[in-house]
């Protein structure tokens, strides 16, 4: 993987999952019974993806644990919220959820906080910054600019 992908990878996993976590894990909080359980395992992976995200050399631990997290949410929590939540919900669901891919930060960051209403204020910010770090140094951030 070049150098390139890799910040690519990076960057739309870091923003991935910010959204996850301001949108997606409040709505599994609330809407799906033992909901608290999952949002809290989801949230554990998550920091474990951040770290991985921070060693080059761990790129194939990285991808496993990538998969890992498509079928979790493939397989788990986007049926139980289907089954749980009316589609008017779940479409605003989507829609704030690509909202926030755009304004998340584009590299791993774990000490910022991971549940609202503090990520919802502090990942835009940190976002902000790595989006000039990014410009500054011709980082690629997105799969179309490869």
């Given at each position: 993987?070049?150098?390139?992908?890799?910040?690519?990878?990076i960057?739309?996993?870091s923003?991935?999952?910010?959204?996850?976590?301001?949108?997606?894990y409040?709505?599994?909080?609330?809407?799906?019974?033992?909901?608290?359980?999952?949002?809290d395992?989801?949230?554990?992976?998550d920091?474990?993806?951040?770290?991985?995200?921070?060693?080059?050399?761990?790129v194939?631990?990285?991808t496993?644990?990538?998969?890992?997290?498509?079928?979790?949410d493939?397989?788990?929590?986007?049926?139980?919220?289907?089954?749980?939540?009316?589609?008017?919900?779940?479409?605003?669901?989507?829609?704030?959820?690509?909202?926030?891919?755009e304004?998340?930060?584009?590299r791993?960051?774990?000490?910022?906080?991971?549940?609202?209403?503090?990520?919802?204020?502090?990942d835009?910010?940190?976002?902000?910054?790595?989006?000039?770090?990014?410009?500054?140094?011709?980082?690629?951030?997105?799969?179309?600019?490869?």
């Amino acid at each position: 993987m070049s150098d390139k992908q890799y910040s690519v990878l990076i960057a739309t996993l870091s923003r991935h999952l910010s959204a996850e976590e301001q949108y997606l894990y409040p709505a599994v909080r609330t809407a799906v019974p033992d909901g608290d359980r999952i949002a809290d395992r989801e949230l554990a992976e998550d920091r474990e993806l951040l770290k991985l995200m921070q060693d080059r050399s761990r790129v194939e631990e990285l991808t496993t644990a990538v998969r890992r997290h498509v079928e979790a949410d493939s397989g788990e929590l986007f049926p139980l919220l289907n089954q749980m939540v009316p589609i008017e919900d779940m479409i605003r669901l989507g829609n704030r959820v690509e909202t926030a891919q755009e304004a998340a930060p584009t590299r791993p960051h774990l000490s910022t906080p991971v549940t609202p209403p503090w990520n919802k204020v502090v990942d835009p910010l940190v976002g902000m910054v790595d989006k000039v770090r990014d410009l500054a140094t011709a980082r690629t951030t997105y799969a179309k600019d490869l």
